[in-house]
């Protein structure tokens, strides 16, 4: 079974600051890779995916994140934070390969809350 | 293009009340989920659907909840009899190759039953 963690609940940043958003996974198998964004009173919202190829993988918005497979992460990042940011942030894995590798496996972490402070 | 429509975007309900959701997928999308979010419980999946067809229901807590998809451009998910512990945002999603991870939301049906 696959599981994601996101290390941190809530992060405060202050406007212009970078931020990084933490999130492990664990699984036996290959995985593709997902940020999702939820802004306030609405739904989700990727913000980026990986699937295969380059390690480093940008996203809408200025934001970036980084597949370490050794280290079994993918943290999000943003060299300078705007007040629109402000959102929460869900990882998201899934299997990759043969019949698996489906949104239906799509497995969330708990989900990030970032705010960005004037 | 237009996105994933749900409505209602508010329920307010007593318990014992029968509530019904409903979401429009983007046309062309063949797979269309259902999703609950709760503080405690974060997102998880209800029901999933391909191609009209309900795929796994195993994430429906209870007999009380039950979803259908007559077409391929509608999808409801009703709730009879409502709980308190049924309050929750209500989330669809659909996506155009289920192989992928890539799920578009509709802005999601808040319900509070009282």
């Known amino acids: 079974a696959q599981s994601v963690t996101q290390l941190d609940s809530q992060v405060p940043v202050f406007e212009e600051a970078p931020v990084e958003l933490r999130c492990n996974y664990s699984s036996s198998v290959s995985v593709y890779l997902f940020w999702y964004v939820q802004y306030p009173n609405q739904g989700l919202q990727l913000l980026l995916k990986?699937?295969?190829?380059?390690?480093l993988v940008k996203g809408i918005n200025g934001f970036e994140a980084e597949f370490n497979k050794s280290q079994t992460s993918f943290h999000l990042r943003k060299p300078s934070v705007h007040i629109s940011d402000t959102a929460e942030y869900f990882c998201?894995?899934?299997?990759?390969?043969?019949?698996?590798?489906?949104?239906?496996?799509?497995?969330f972490g708990s989900g990030t809350q970032l705010t960005v402070l004037p | 293009d237009a996105g994933v429509i749900q409505s209602p975007r508010h329920e307010v309900t007593e318990m014992g009340q029968e509530v019904t959701l409903r979401c429009k997928p983007i046309?062309?999308?063949?797979?269309l989920f259902w999703y609950r979010q709760t503080m405690m419980r974060g997102l998880e999946l209800l029901i999933y659907?391909?191609?009209?067809?309900?795929?796994?229901d195993s994430g429906m807590p209870e007999d009380r909840f039950s979803a259908k998809m007559p077409n391929a451009s509608f999808s409801t998910l009703k709730i009879q009899p409502s709980e308190p512990r049924d309050s929750a945002v209500y989330f669809c999603?659909?996506?155009?190759?289920?192989?992928?991870?890539?799920?578009?939301f509709g802005e999601g049906s808040r319900l509070t039953v009282l």
């Open positions: 659907f391909n191609n009209n067809v309900p795929i796994d």
């Open positions: 998201a894995v899934t299997f990759s390969g043969g019949s698996s590798g489906s949104a239906r496996q799509l497995t």
């Open positions: 046309s062309g999308h063949n797979s």
């Open positions: 990986y699937l295969s190829g380059s390690t």
């Open positions: 999603a659909s996506v155009k190759r289920e192989r992928t991870g890539e799920l578009f």
